[in-house]
């Protein structure tokens, strides 16, 4: 068990967590929720088939869908934050009580997109993730084309778009000063935020475009990343003997002499 002091409870973008996550939860099961929340599956079902162990932790579950079925682990659990009510099993997602180094695998479906602490939480999932377990981070990309329209039609102050957004560049930057490194990142959905689904299927040309002429600029992203350990080598110094002639003409004693102070010989 890990305790931690608590933290303050402040609005986040003007709206309080539980009533974010209620209408953050009704955006990811609206039709054009659906149609991101699907092809990010399609990313990560081609991601969590090469992620082996025993253990795997699903850390938030917004709009309940069901992200794990491709995995290979044995056991897979998804854990809901305190600001999900409707979630069977709760945890803060800065401070969970989980052994540490026990999980080999750790997602974070739009976890850090509206966590209050975000760097807390990646320093958590580091704490629990056994050596050379992977952190799979899946998040809204704020280099991408619905940025403009956050701007242009004032979505600024509504889910999911009043989120704290993080490139692929400041994540790697965190990333890397807690021990981890970068095995893969992908970005998807190239479609403009319509909730026409049938406008959007005649948009599906774009995904292809959009890969081959700007690829970071997909609405959302995968990024898979490994907690690296460093082993540490002992360096010994190497000893000789040698002979020392006293007067008389007796040999002493073979003892112990570092060769790199050869010079301090009589």
């Known amino acids: 068990m890990v305790f931690r002091q608590n933290k303050p409870d402040k609005p986040f973008h003007g709206c309080k967590e539980q009533q974010l996550q209620v209408v953050l939860n009704q955006w990811f099961v609206s039709e054009l929720g659906q149609q991101f929340v699907e092809a990010e599956k399609q990313q990560l079902d081609a991601v969590l088939p090469n992620l082996f162990g025993f253990y795997l932790l699903q850390l938030g579950n917004p709009g309940e869908a069901d992200l794990l079925s491709s995995s290979r682990v044995s056991h897979c659990r998804v854990v809901g934050l305190q600001s999900e009510p409707a979630a069977a099993f709760q945890a803060e997602s800065w401070a969970m009580p989980i052994k540490s180094d026990s999980i080999d695998v750790v997602i974070l479906p739009h976890t850090l997109d509206f966590a209050r602490y975000p ?28 940025q403009l329209w956050r701007w242009i039609l004032g ?64 609405a959302g992203y995968v990024l898979v990343a490994r907690k690296r350990v460093v082993t540490l080598t002992p360096l010994r110094q190497k000893w000789q003997t040698r002979k020392q002639v006293v007067t008389g003409g007796l040999a002493e004693s073979s003892v112990p002499h570092n060769e790199n102070n050869e010079a301090m010989s009589d």
């Not at 760097?119 to 991408?144: D, K, Q, T, W």
């Not at 807690?178 to 190239?190: A, E, P, R, T, W």
């Open 119 to 146: 760097h807390e939480v990646l320093r958590e999932v580091e704490r629990i993730l056994i050596p050379e377990g992977h952190i799979v981070i899946a998040g809204f990309n704020p280099l991408s084309l619905w």
């Open 155 to 218: 979505w600024r102050k509504q889910p999911p778009w009043c989120g704290h957004f993080f490139t692929q560049f400041r994540l790697r930057d965190w990333l890397t000063l807690l021990g981890f490194g970068v095995v893969n990142k992908k970005h998807f959905f190239y479609r403009p935020p319509i909730k026409n689904r049938q406008v959007m299927q005649r948009l599906r040309f774009m995904e292809k475009l959009g890969q081959r002429l700007w690829p970071i600029t997909g």
